[in-house]
T-cell receptor, first 115, second 110 residues
């Protein structure tokens, strides 16, 4: 089946540094999503991307939908301690239809921010 | 606005005991519903999804089952738990785009 390769697996950074993570796939996706999961909680949607080449920001977060539709990246600028958590990319292969909204997830990037 | 409720938050069950986790969604109609399992705080594995009442699709062979007795209710069950069933279980809903997740149930089988 389809898989998403997410990297890096973990990051240890100092407060104030910028962060970059990405996901790649061998298949085309019509939607890319980025989630953040705090310990003991469910993932929360950060940014959704629906068009190839789309660049979207949400506060200090910026994400892009790759032109080839096979990759996406997430940047976090000026990291703060509350950015700690696991970040997941997810892709939706079709716009509705027989995909039934089933997402393919990356394995996650564990982010640690040192004050 | 839509909300999703999942309970209990934590559960410790002995091997061989039954399981029932419940998830309900409010503020939407005919959502797609999903059960995921997450091991060791990493990747999410889709266990079941449902596109309507009584319609359940299983993604992986396992010791668990799911049911959808009402439009906005999704239940995850087991007749006899195994140690390997331990994990973090997440319910989610969707209307075709991104999934919205519940707060999860931490299940420990002892």
């Amino acid at each position: 089946g389809q898989q998403l390769n997410q990297s890096p697996q973990s990051m240890f950074i100092q407060e104030g540094e910028d962060v970059s993570m990405n996901c790649t796939s061998s298949s085309i996706f019509n939607t890319w999503l980025w989630y953040k999961q705090d310990p003991g909680e469910g993932p929360v949607l950060l940014i959704a991307l629906y068009k190839a080449g789309e660049l979207t920001s949400n506060g200090r977060l910026t994400a892009q939908f790759g032109i080839t539709r096979k990759d996406s990246f997430l940047n976090i600028s000026a990291s703060i301690p509350s950015d700690v958590g696991i970040y997941f990319c997810a892709g939706l292969p079709h716009a509705g239809g027989t995909s039934y909204g089933k997402l393919t997830f990356g394995q996650g990037t564990i982010l640690t921010v040192h004050p | 606005s839509q909300t999703i409720h999942q309970w209990p938050a934590t559960l410790v069950q002995p091997v061989g005991s039954p399981l029932s986790l419940e998830c309900t969604v409010e503020g939407t109609s005919n959502p797609n519903l999903y059960w995921y399992r997450q091991a060791a705080g990493r990747g999410l594995q889709l266990l079941f999804y449902s596109v309507g009442i009584g319609q359940i699709s299983s993604e992986v062979p396992q010791n668990l089952s799911a049911s959808r007795p009402q439009d906005r209710q999704f239940i995850l069950s087991s007749k006899k738990l195994l140690l390997s069933d331990s994990g973090f279980y997440l319910c989610a809903w969707s209307l075709g785009q991104g999934n919205t997740f519940g707060s999860g149930t931490r299940l420990t089988v002892v």
